[in-house]
């Protein structure tokens, strides 16, 4: 089978279109065809070892998996002995700890789920890991109500793009942070409110929020608080920082900061839970969350489409065809 295979850490060039072969699913696994691969700022970051502290996870000198992604939709294929829940010829989606750039993959059952019977394959690509942050920002650990406000940075991104939808699903009143090629996106995508950042300052407006899901360190930690209630809820969820640690500085500081003050700074990790794609899958049947892609590449353009998501100027998801 022909897959994006990486053998060092690098920019997007290391990524070579090899043939490889076809991976056999063990006991709890699904061998599924894939259909579409979405990529995001993560892929990036284990493609390229950087910052360093990924290498704790992904492998110290050179990646533990050859074939990056981690977002898929396809169609099964075969399944190991125990699994019982899917069998050949179900449309899926779901997640993996790596190897989606690739015309077949393996992954565990209980990261699928079906696909809903309207949607795309490219579409339900790019829904498992960014959608499943956002739901868990929102839900789990801002647990927003109707009638708060939430104001979403970066909302015209891939994580911000599903917390304006989900955000309004829970009753919120949304503001949807973006530069002016995105007003328009977001405003489509259900935001009450728009900042366009290239002309306002959404920390010096004197409007504050009672949660705000900053996925873009465009301000300091203390600008973005001036933003919120007094016991409001920031969710810190990105972070330049160095090539060492990367955002873990900025985490640190927030985790700090929150036992000084009566408002809530809560960084998080999203974790895969199958349970979340399905409400997720609802919602997609439902109408409520649509996604929103960017662009589209094929499987011999991976390496174009990391340089695109690593500009950080994406328009929703950016999806691997294959």
């Not at 309004?168 to 007003?183: D, P, Q």
């Not at 060492?244 to 003050?261: E, H, N, Q, Y």
Request: hydrophobic share 45%; aromatic share 6%; glycine share 12%.
């Amino acid at each position: 089978m022909r897959a994006a295979v990486q053998r060092r850490y690098g920019p997007p060039s290391v990524l070579e279109s090899s043939e490889v072969g076809l991976p056999v699913p063990g006991r709890g696994d699904v061998l599924v065809r894939v259909g579409a691969a979405s990529v995001h700022p993560g892929d990036y970051f284990v493609m390229t070892g950087e910052p360093y502290v990924v290498r704790l996870v992904f492998g110290l000198r050179r990646p533990r998996h050859g074939i990056p992604g981690r977002d898929l939709a396809g169609v099964v294929v075969a399944v190991g002995k125990e699994v019982t829940a899917l069998r050949p010829g179900d449309r899926v989606f779901g997640w993996s700890i790596a190897g989606t750039l690739a015309e077949y993959a393996c992954v565990p059952a209980d990261h699928l789920v079906s696909m809903p019977a309207d949607l795309s394959v490219v579409d339900a690509a790019a829904v498992p890991t960014s959608a499943m942050t956002a739901l868990q920002a929102l839900r789990e650990i801002a647990k927003v109500r109707p009638g708060q406000t939430v104001l979403v940075t970066g909302a015209s991104g891939g994580v911000g793009s599903f917390a304006v939808q989900i955000a309004k699903v829970f009753g919120a009143e949304v503001t949807g942070v973006c530069s002016t090629r995105n007003v328009d996106l977001v405003r489509s995508l259900g935001a009450d409110h728009v900042v366009d950042y290239t002309e306002t300052d959404f920390t010096g407006t004197g409007k504050h929020y009672d949660v705000i899901l900053d996925n873009v360190e465009a301000q300091p930690l203390a600008a973005v608080r001036r933003a919120l209630t007094p016991t409001g809820t920031l969710i810190p969820n990105n972070g330049l920082g160095g090539r060492w640690f990367g955002p873990l500085g900025r985490i640190a500081k927030a985790r700090v900061l929150s036992g000084f003050t009566r408002q809530r700074l809560r960084p998080f990790t999203s974790v895969g839970k199958r349970q979340d794609l399905l409400a997720l899958a609802d919602l997609l049947t439902t109408g409520q969350v649509t996604p929103a892609i960017d662009r589209t590449y094929t499987l011999d353009e991976a390496a174009d489409a990391l340089r695109h998501v690593a500009a950080g100027h994406a328009r929703g998801k950016v999806v691997v065809t294959i």
